[in-house]
């Protein structure tokens, strides 16, 4: 994974024992740049949560999803309107439907395993 390429994890939570927590933490704490999305916004480790991706002030390279299928399609929807190329689906986080419309769409979509596990955190 490309530390220069900017991630939006889209199911950022406050909750340090939730999994869109840790990942973005884990993200800040390795060095890579990283933005947080989610519905409540508000602050976590000292970033702005945004509501959606649509929101963002910068679009991102790379969505990661850790929320549940419904939410990821929507997030597809704006990553296609953002014109973002890459979307990594958290297992959980799969939709079949957003993968298929993703893939039409020319995104590189990853639903087959664990971000954190393909960086050797976990």
Known sequence: ?????????????????KFGYRIFTDLLGAGFKAVAVGARGGKVAGQTVYRSLKNLPTKPDIVLTVVPPVVTDQAVDDAIALGIKEVWMQPGSVSETAAKKAKDAGIKITDRGCFMVARGVW
Do not use: C, F, Y
Not at 2 to 17: F, H, R, T, Y
């Open 1 to 17: 994974m490309d530390e220069n390429k900017l991630i939006a994890v889209v199911g950022v939570s406050e909750n340090p024992d």
